[in-house]
């Protein structure tokens, strides 16, 4: 079997083949990830945990970054528990861009409104105020930025008036809006499903990730209309049902976990994913989005 | 509807509504594509052009890279010729990674033998010495290079050893190996679907970039073996045929242009696309990636 090497964060696999036992193996990301101590992982809290359910049994989590959006966050809950996402919708997924669901053109005529409560042009949210930064190993500088790191546990880029933003990478969550930038209340959203997904930083708000299911996401057959949106005769993907963990039984939340940045094994993890040497060359440094936030559920 | 915007290389949409009169509307790298020249675009040669049909009418066209790994697609192109991959498939597909086909392990028993005069094991040609480059504009520092750019019309990264590499981009096809450097002889190639692929460089062969029908390798079904291999439970795809274009007719070979690096349209392309100011705030960069080559069939 001949292999290529896998991101370490999306899949924790073993090794292609063991070492000559003279010359021990070369410590990999996933080694990091293995060695975690269970204080290394930090609880995902339900309250900011939105369970997607699209048909065919297409289950999707995210994680909410209210650190970065509070208000486009608080109007996502609200319509999540509102029923206006009720005919909402997979409508559009653009190759190497973004799969966009939720009350879609087509959907807004007959969907419930939007909760008179939803702020319907929320600020824009780019950016905020840098906090508790870890910055990118050495070599790891960034075309977006000033610099790139992570903060409350995501990524994000600094920039030259102090500013932190939400990166938009491989996963990454954001609002749908027209051109301008108050026009997203969040009753659309999507998701980045390829590479150059970088360029939506400070331009779009970004809030939040997926946690799991995202080859739903990014699997699906492209849309053939102008834009990648899905032609009248493509099937768009029905939205089942969207709850939020902590409106469920305790003993039905699923508990994700992600790795603290503070932790050694994130430090650890961090050093080895950015100056690889565990096969070939190895890398002088990494991009940011080449090295995300290990995911787990709680075991 | 409500829009977000569009890699510009990828599909050149009209823009998303027109600008007032008062505020004449801003040039994206959409619009430096739509004004090349005729002489801006260089011919792909058909020789350098492979014509792979998977089953499903999933038809792919890959342009092959000589200037950077010719013993590899010497060995590619003995192998299209030889009938080896008369039953060839898709094998595996990992999530935010690649699409690898050939005839792999479980193929390779009651494949017909590499041809004779293939190399077994080429040199790795990982990277050649730097000639001709055009290089990103300022501020798109690359974390994977000392300077990352363009060379003989494809997306290039430059080290402290004067060497440069043909870089792993969303597209870009490579040569799968096993853990040393020379055991990739081209039976089994992959191609890049998702961000974080330029850690692969200079770690594996690089040998072309998909033309079209990219949406065919990324929107496949993740595999759920190890590694994102195909599971026994899983359809692999056969290939139904594989051709070099210059083997057909010339009335029956498709015409695929790139966008000449040294053309006037392309640098107008480049510096709109790494200092983006078409909507909200722009961007002071771009990653190597992030600014594809345009591709178009000849008109």
């Known amino acids: 079997m001949i292999i290529i090497p896998i991101l370490a964060a999306s899949l924790q696999a073993a090794s292609p083949a063991p070492a000559p036992p003279a010359q021990p193996a070369l410590r990999s990301p996933s080694d990091a990830i293995a060695a975690a101590a269970p204080a290394d992982w930090q609880d995902v809290d339900p309250a900011d945990l939105l369970l997607f359910e699209f048909d065919g049994g297409r289950s999707v989590a995210v994680q909410l970054a209210p650190?970065?959006?509070?208000?486009?966050?608080?109007?996502?809950?609200?319509?999540?528990?509102?029923?206006?996402?009720?005919?909402?919708?997979?409508?559009?997924?653009?190759?190497?861009?973004?799969?966009?669901?939720?009350?879609?053109?087509?959907e807004q005529e007959r969907s419930p409104p939007l909760p008179k409560?939803?702020?319907e042009q929320p600020d824009e949210e780019y950016s905020r105020p840098a906090e508790g930064l870890t910055i990118l190993p050495s070599g790891s500088v960034d075309p977006y930025s000033q610099l790139a790191g992570?903060?409350?546990?995501?990524?994000?880029?600094?920039?030259?008036?102090?500013?932190?933003?939400?990166?938009?990478?491989?996963?990454?969550?954001g609002v749908a809006r027209g051109p301008a930038p108050d026009t997203g209340a969040g009753s659309e959203l999507f998701a980045m499903i390829g590479a150059g997904s970088r360029r939506l930083d400070r331009n779009f708000a970004a809030v939040g990730r997926v946690l799991s299911g995202?080859?739903?996401?990014?699997?699906?057959?492209?849309?053939?209309?102008?834009?990648?949106?899905?032609?009248p005769n493509q099937a768009k993907i029905p939205l089942r049902s969207v709850k939020i963990a902590s409106d469920l039984p305790a003993a039905q939340r699923p508990r994700y976990q992600v790795m603290k940045q503070s932790s050694r094994a994130f430090a650890d993890y961090l050093?080895?994913?950015?100056?690889?040497?565990?096969?070939?060359?190895?890398?002088?440094?990494?991009?940011?989005?080449g090295v995300p936030v290990p995911v787990r559920l709680a075991p």
Chains 1, 2 share one sequence.
């Open 67 to 106: 650190q970065f959006a509070p208000d486009h966050i608080a109007n996502i809950k609200k319509i999540v528990r509102s029923g206006h996402w009720a005919n909402a919708t997979i409508y559009r997924v653009a190759d190497n861009w973004v799969t966009q669901w939720g009350a879609g053109e087509d």
């Open 117 to 119: 409560d939803v702020k």
């Open 271 to 289: 050093e080895l994913a950015s100056h690889r040497k565990d096969y070939g060359f190895g890398s002088a440094g990494a991009a940011l989005c």
């Open 150 to 173: 992570f903060a409350f546990n995501w990524p994000i880029a600094m920039h030259a008036d102090g500013r932190v933003n939400l990166a938009f990478c491989y996963g990454t969550v």
């Open 214 to 231: 995202m080859e739903h996401l990014s699997a699906l057959p492209r849309g053939t209309a102008p834009l990648g949106f899905y032609a």
